[in-house]
């Protein structure tokens, strides 16, 4: 079994920076490609943005281009969401999600086979 811990969340001003992390763990001899996604109360879960496997291929959700960007370290079984000029409307609950042996990115949440807890992020005004 796959597990994943997310970490890095807490409460920032408008136009501030967080890194969050997305820890893989269990069968982790396999490949994944890695999304983070966010959720408010009362909405639905929404694509943020999405790495592939080897890292050389990554799609961001429209709201966070420019401003978001994901990376991984396959030596470290973890990816990264850094999030610079932050706005109040980032505030969410952002998950890490991993789909195993896939070889490219993927924006579509259904197609995920694993999820973190999720960490808080509040920004704000």
């Known amino acids: 079994q796959v597990q994943l811990v997310e970490s890095g969340g807490g409460l920032v001003q408008a136009g501030g920076s967080l890194r969050l992390s997305c820890a893989v763990s269990g069968r982790t001899g396999s490949m994944y490609t890695m999304g983070w996604f966010r959720q408010v109360p009362g909405k639905e879960r929404e694509f943020v943005s999405t790495?592939?496997?080897?890292?050389?291929?990554?799609r961001y959700g429209d709201s966070v281009k420019g401003r978001f960007s994901i990376s991984r370290d396959n030596s470290q079984n973890t990816a990264y969401l850094q999030m610079n000029s932050l706005k109040p409307e980032d505030t969410a609950v952002y998950y890490c999600?991993?789909?195993?042996?896939?070889?490219?990115?993927?924006?579509?949440?259904?197609?995920?086979?694993?999820w973190g807890q999720g960490t808080q992020v509040t920004v704000s005004s």
């Open positions: 999600a991993a789909i195993q042996a896939r070889n490219s990115w993927s924006i579509s949440l259904g197609e995920y086979d694993y």
């Open positions: 790495i592939s496997p080897n890292g050389a291929n990554m």
